[in-house]
Nanobody
Framework: QVQLVESGGGLVQPGGSLRLSCAAS????????MGWYRQAPGKQRELVATISSRDSTNYADSVKGRFTIARDNAKNTVYLQMNSLKPEDTAVYYC?????????WGQGTQVTVSS
């Protein structure tokens, strides 16, 4: 079994920054893709960003130019640097990992952007 644990969420003012981290632990042979999804109250879960084992990245249009995803394969950890945060970024952010036929999700971490 694999577990994903997120950290770094919290309350920040508009224009501020946060960095989320997600560490995968357990029996891991290979993680093909890691990423972040988010879900705001009353909204569907949406993709934020993903990164492959070969560092190919994908971003939602709403976060391009503001968020940066990175991973440390040796540590099985993915990061999300969030800059110029907006109130509409407020959501629960979930870490995601695809291990080939198997998907894993973290518990989620709350990000609140408010004055």
């Amino acid at each position: 079994q694999v577990q994903l644990v997120e950290s770094g969420g919290g309350l920040v003012q508009p224009g501020g920054s946060l960095r989320l981290s997600c560490a995968a632990s357990g029996t891991i042979f290979s993680i093909y893709v890691m990423g972040w999804y988010r879900q705001a109250p009353g909204k569907q879960r949406e993709l934020v960003a993903t990164i492959s084992s070969r560092d190919s990245t994908n971003y939602a249009d709403s976060v391009k130019g503001r968020f940066t995803i990175a991973r440390d394969n040796a540590k099985n950890t993915v990061y999300l640097q969030m800059n110029s945060l907006k109130p509409e970024d407020t959501a629960v952010y979930y870490c995601y990992a695809y291990l080939g036929r198997v998907d894993y999700w973290g518990q989620g971490t709350q990000v609140t952007v408010s004055s």
